[in-house]
């Protein structure tokens, strides 16, 4: 028997030992990516980790995961058979939908579709008998526009600061008008990073809490592949999207300091123009994305975690969760001074403005991996269990 039906049971049948139950019935309304483009792309992100753990958590009673709406069309072409439809563990999933195909460009067009989205959630919810449910919604502007009077309390997950996003550049005014609308309503915000959280400037209920670990992945990692084994040491690694963050000035100066050594570049090639200036580094490799467990054997078989990133609006408020990896399997680490960075370990050898990535890196290099004891005290300290005890604290106050 549940902890939710326990406390139920104290509250209602024994009006003695009445408690006030502290699990709840909850909505959870992904942003962007469905479920299974969660499962596909190896549960990396934030709101990939959340949906992941809350049908398991003891505070959380009937849970009800919202898709981002798909149209019909979208639906039918990559899965005419309806069997991806539904999978989720133990609990319901909602897959809204449109007619359209592609976001509406008008700002009343964007409007129209969220509040179509929120009460598509409503009705769901209702289906399935939640019970005033805390909504926490990852998506700006369904946390904003969203009427909600059917739920407990709505909470947004800024997992990122979507204002300064480029591929979403066309939203950004939507979003700002958004987070005015989160002030004006008080609704609770809970942010990656100071920074991120700044930029919304929530006048309710809000907390930062940065991104965490999954512990059993790190406290022993996977196989890394053959081909990385194989490169020559010192072995300097970045894991993560592939875009315009990385500064590739920095990558260039790494690779030239050790030419006897080799920088690996892993994740998805989300801007391939970008990469092409590093062609002629012979010891520079831009790599596709890894499975997971190969992904964590390759940070543990590492000799240097590196971030080299540029400054923007964006990487200023990231809590970049490759960080918590690399120090997870006990690298050293050489980063761009980032706030997000800045003060999560005191082995990260932060490189500032006009610093130099190469001394950055004898330094880390000369220091060497952590302690076993220290490596697994970071893995417990840093667990996404803690962070997402805090984002329900917030919901469901």
């Known amino acids: 028997m549940s902890a939710c039906v326990l406390e139920a049971m104290a509250a209602t049948s024994i009006p003695h030992l009445a408690v006030v139950p502290t699990c709840r019935d909850f909505v959870l309304a992904l942003s962007w990516t469905s479920w299974d483009g969660a499962l596909a ?25 919202g898709n981002p709406p798909r149209s019909l069309l979208a639906r039918a072409v990559r899965d ?5 439809r539904g999978r989720y563990p133990r609990r319901a999933l909602h897959e809204p939908l449109r007619l359209r195909r592609g976001e509406p460009q008008t700002l009343a067009g964007q409007l129209r579709a969220v509040q179509s989205w929120e009460r598509s959630l409503a009705r769901a919810a209702a289906r399935r008998g939640l019970e005033r449910p805390a909504v926490i919604a990852t998506h700006p502007v369904l946390a904003a526009f969203g009427d909600f009077t059917w739920a407990r309390s709505v909470t947004y997950y800024a997992w990122d600061d979507w204002s300064a996003s480029v591929p979403h550049q066309q939203l950004w005014p939507t979003f700002e008008l958004a987070f005015a609308v989160l002030r004006e309503r008080g609704r609770r915000v809970c942010a990656v990073s100071d920074a991120a959280l700044e930029a919304i400037a929530p006048a309710g209920p809000h907390a930062v809490v940065p991104n965490g670990l999954r512990p059993e992945e790190w406290r022993t990692t996977g196989a890394p592949p053959a081909w ?11 894991v993560g999207s ?6 590739l000035e920095q990558v260039r100066r790494l690779a030239a300091a050790f030419p006897q050594g080799s920088v690996s570049l892993v994740g998805p090639l989300l801007d391939p123009a970008h990469y092409a200036a590093l062609e002629d580094v012979a010891n520079v490799g831009v790599h596709g994305r890894e499975a997971r467990a190969a992904l964590t ?11 080299p990133h540029v400054r923007t609006r964006m990487t200023e408020a990231m809590s970049p969760l490759k960080l918590y990896e690399y120090l997870a ?3 050293p680490v050489v980063a761009t001074d980032l706030p ?3 003060g999560v370990h005191p082995v990260v050898e932060l490189v500032r403005d006009g610093g130099d990535p190469v001394a950055a890196a004898h330094r880390a290099l000369r220091r060497g991996p952590m302690g076993e004891a220290e490596r697994l005290a970071f893995i417990d300290r840093h667990a996404w269990e803690e962070r997402f005890d805090r984002i329900l604290d917030l919901a469901f106050t």
């Open 242 to 247: 592939l875009d315009d963050r990385l500064d």
């Open 41 to 65: 792309r190896g549960l990396v992100m934030p709101e990939d980790r959340l949906a992941e753990a809350l049908p398991e958590h003891p505070r959380v009673g009937r849970l009800l995961v």
């Open 228 to 238: 990385f084994l194989r490169l020559p040491r010192p072995r300097m690694l970045y």
């Open 297 to 307: 054997g390759m940070v543990a078989a590492a000799d240097l975690g590196i971030l």
């Open 80 to 84: 005419p058979l309806g069997r991806a």
């Open 329 to 331: 399997a006990g690298r």
């Open 340 to 342: 997000g960075i800045r």
